[in-house]
């Protein structure tokens, strides 16, 4: 494992400058990237100088250094972690064998599809957020956006390398089509739906990264214990840097919770017409955006049953979260889990295969380690003296995927018939008038140490700078 070397053209610790042919290839992808960059990436910041990390070692106790730099020119790179020797498979069909280095033939289709599926995540939520920076609420969070972008930049990096040395042809071709698909575009868009969703404003953005990157994390975890080796070891690089962006999601919203409370103190009310006329955002619309951006991620994880999920995990391409963690035997032949279905008009869990369930698995532990950032949230909530709880709805509202998808079915877990969802979707997801409003709160604030109105501060900076540091330098 060499370290990083930053002379090179493509930052990495792959050795790549051995690798004549895959250096060429990339070197001609990069281009590429960066003139998707210019295109897609965060609008007219070209030229600002912000106060970024970059990735410098896979060494845990100083991983990366921070300094300001212009986007186009920061120093994206390959990076996986060290080898681990002697690394065995531990779950599926090829339990107890030695991890592939390479990607045996006969898995090859479904590995390039996995690849290319997170692969594609990456650029998307780039495009998404793009046009965010124009109505930042904080010098602070603009720089942890464009931290957030940099790093996605990076991971679309990380996937494009597996896909150049190890798919041949193939893998270049996916490696352009990555760059070729738009977030949201009719005629070529990206895989997953949930990252064809516009993200509009910073409410919408601090929930994306709490919830969807959280998925990220989920994924990439599950990919960490690949059989192929070369995956396990890039995700798990990856997971370093998804920490903060999800920091900045549970943060963000945080803060936006702390700011609504201050006000509803200060003018004695929990009335939402009259917080609003006071420019923060009331606790019962956090709760639908909440709603709205829970129940579309978790559509990510695919259907509840999945003979896919069930291939992916028997030939090894993709575990489970924590698998190394679960005391059973790692093949899960014989074993059973619930899934719900809606027969006569109720909920029912019924038992299937567990291999068919995985994707309802990592589900599950997903939705166990959302609801630990809401509670946080509803501390702040708590210790404001305020009487009321943010909470994640039912898993089985507002579903589009799966044996749940169009059922009807309310917050708290009732079916509820098309009429009544009618009655009361707008008290169960942002309305129009409640998008309306959210964006009406969107002025940019550019001033070192200056918030918007809707918005606390920090308790602290980034890297033990203060708040009011000047994280970007407007040139």
Not at 211 to 216: I, N
Not at 436 to 457: C, D, H, Q, T, Y
């Amino acid at each position: 494992m060499s370290s990083i070397d930053y002379s090179e053209k493509i930052p990495n610790n792959v050795n790549l400058a051995e690798d004549r042919t895959l250096k060429r290839a990339l070197e001609q992808w990069q281009p590429n990237f960066l003139s998707w960059w210019d295109d897609m990436g965060p609008d007219g910041s070209q030229n600002f100088d912000v106060y970024l990390r970059t990735a410098v070692s896979v060494d845990p106790q100083g991983w990366a250094q921070f300094g300001h730099v212009k986007m186009p020119d920061y120093r994206w790179g390959i990076f996986l972690n060290p080898a681990e020797a002697d690394r065995k498979i531990h779950f599926g069909d090829h339990k107890g064998e030695a991890a592939w280095q390479d990607v045996p033939g006969e898995y090859r289709a479904n590995l390039r599809r996995i690849i290319v599926t997170q692969g594609d995540t990456e650029p998307a939520s780039v495009e998404q957020q793009r046009h965010l920076g124009l109505t930042c609420p904080s010098q602070y969070d603009l720089r942890n956006l464009f931290q957030v972008n940099v790093e996605e930049g990076r991971h679309l990096w990380a996937m494009v390398y597996l896909l150049h040395k190890y798919f041949g042809r193939d893998g270049r071709e996916e490696g352009e089509a990555l760059l070729a698909r738009r977030s949201g575009q009719e005629d070529n868009p990206r895989i997953l739906q949930a990252f064809n969703e516009e993200t509009p404003d910073w409410l919408s953005f601090f929930m994306f990264t709490y919830f969807t990157d959280r998925d990220g994390k989920f994924q990439l975890c599950a990919l960490a214990e690949s059989s192929f080796d070369p995956l396990a070891r890039t995700t798990k690089f990856m997971l370093t840097e998804e920490a903060h962006h999800m920091f900045v999601g549970e943060s963000g919203i945080s803060r936006v919770i702390n700011r609504t409370c201050q006000m509803m103190n200060q003018l004695k009310t929990d009335d939402p017409a009259q917080l609003r006329a006071a420019g923060v955002i009331d606790l019962p619309t956090l709760q639908r955006y909440l709603n709205f951006h829970f129940s579309v991620t978790i559509d990510l994880f695919g259907a509840d049953e999945s003979s896919n999920a069930a291939t992916f995990y028997s030939t090894g391409l993709k575990g489970r979260y924590e698998e190394g963690k679960r005391m059973d035997d790692h093949q899960l032949r014989g074993q059973t889990y619930r899934v719900l279905n809606v027969q006569g008009g109720q909920l029912v869990e019924k038992e299937v295969p567990m291999l068919n369930a995985l994707n309802e698995v990592l589900r599950d532990d997903y939705i166990k380690d959302s609801i630990g950032g809401v509670e946080r949230w509803n501390k702040v909530i708590e210790k404001a003296g305020i009487p009321f709880k943010l909470k994640t709805p039912h898993k089985a509202f507002h579903r589009n995927i799966g044996a749940l998808s169009g059922v009807k079915v309310s917050p708290d877990g009732r079916v509820v018939s098309e009429a009544e969802w009618k009655a009361n979707v707008d008290q169960w997801l942002p309305s129009g008038g409640d998008r309306a409003f959210v964006r009406s709160l969107m002025g940019r604030v550019v001033e070192p140490g200056k918030f918007a109105n809707w918005i606390a501060p920090p308790v602290m900076g980034i890297n033990r700078q203060p708040v009011d540091f000047e994280y970007v330098r407007f040139n």
